[in-house]
């Protein structure tokens, strides 16, 4: 139209990012190894088996989340299940003054299990100071190096997904060796479905969000009381859905 004129312009502003649907679960079991009690954070059964290990036969928590992840489920939050008396391998490594008498550090498995056997540790002073612990376990290679014994303790605890250890004193070094952890003790025999409960309550909090909770493999004639009832109350408390 004579008089008008028409212009085009790409304006900026905010944009609305759709956020994908994720599938929270909370799910907890016996498993060959890792933390006990503990909530971990799983985004694909690969991360799973990093951390706690492959199929056991008196388990169905792997073959679980394996179906929960091939059908979309993106976010699992898994506590491993131990008994009672459940003990982890350890080790103390000394340090330079002198290697058969003074105690500088104790590495202890993440957590119970005849498992820790395996894990084999190189540790020592590198030339021009400071302190190194290599960890190894299976195809699992762990580096970890710092200025001191002290923080070479933060460092370890910070980041392996192996052990944890604590500075025991010493003059600040640490000898050269090469032992593994002893072998700890699940008491896998012992875990009934109420143990597998208490992995749940103890480990999942309601400040990791809503989701759905499952105890895979155990049913409400396990034990002598009845699990599903707890699980359910417990569940509501914590705005989450129990599946049966």
Not at 119 to 126: H, T
Not at 144 to 151: F, I, L, M, T
Not at 219 to 235: E, F
Request: glycine share 12%.
């Amino acid at each position: 139209m004579p008089g008008v004129s028409i212009r085009t312009a790409t304006r900026s502003g905010p944009v609305n990012t759709p956020v994908p649907e994720t599938g929270r679960y909370f799910v907890a079991g016996i498993t060959a190894r890792g933390p006990a009690n503990q909530a971990v954070k799983c985004r694909s059964l690969a991360e799973f088996e990093v951390m706690f290990g492959g199929r056991v036969p008196t388990s169905y928590l792997h073959d679980d989340l394996r179906v929960f992840f091939e059908e979309g489920g993106t976010e699992a939050w898994v506590s491993r299940a131990v008994g009672g008396a459940a003990t982890v391998g350890t080790v103390t490594l000394k340090d330079t003054t002198d290697p058969a008498a003074v105690d500088s550090v104790r590495v202890d498995a993440i957590g119970p299990g005849a498992w820790s056997a395996d894990v084999a540790l190189l540790a020592g002073e590198p030339t021009g100071g400071g302190a190194f612990l290599f960890v190894s376990y299976g195809p699992t290679q762990e580096v970890h190096k710092a200025d001191s014994v002290e923080a070479l303790v933060g460092k370890v605890n910070a980041t392996s997904r192996l052990v944890r250890a604590t500075h025991l004193g010493g003059n600040g070094t640490l000898a050269q060796s090469s032992p593994n952890l002893s072998a700890g003790d699940d008491k896998v025999d012992t875990v009934t479905a109420s143990t597998v409960l208490n992995a749940v309550t103890t480990a999942f909090g309601a400040e990791l969000g809503t989701g759905a909770v499952a105890l895979p493999g155990y049913s409400a004639t396990v034990d002598s009381g009845n699990v599903y009832v707890d699980l359910i109350t417990w569940a509501k408390t914590t705005r989450r859905v129990a599946l049966m």
